[in-house]
């Protein structure tokens, strides 16, 4: 809905940028998203030890892979879904959300500052 977006940080201006362009820049919070007709026992275990997966989040019925790298995680997960005869009933691949991109760039600024503050006292 809109063509510039501004991330304000301590009333300070710390990206400006397309929303498109701001989410491209944070390449680490890709995921693939999956959520199967029956899940199998011990099926968020096998996901973990895929190769591409940084980490697995169950979020209602679907899983979310996190990833730097969603073609090879899908290749792996195609795998593991015809060789443990799984049902996907949906897969998408996602993208960061703005939310995701305001705290990547705020939130560990944030972080800081807090234990900064804890240690001074």
Known sequence: MCDRVAIINRGKIVAIDTPESLKRAIKGVQSVEVAFRREA?????????????KGVEKRGDKIRLLTDDPPRVLKE????????????ITMNTLGPSLEEVFLELTGKAMEAEVIHKKESK
Request: net charge positive; proline share 12%; hydrophobic share 40%.
């Open 77 to 88: 997960l195609w795998r593991l879904i015809q060789d443990n005869k799984l049902e996907p």
């Open 41 to 53: 026992p011990g099926l968020q275990a096998k996901l973990e030890r895929l190769p591409s997966v």
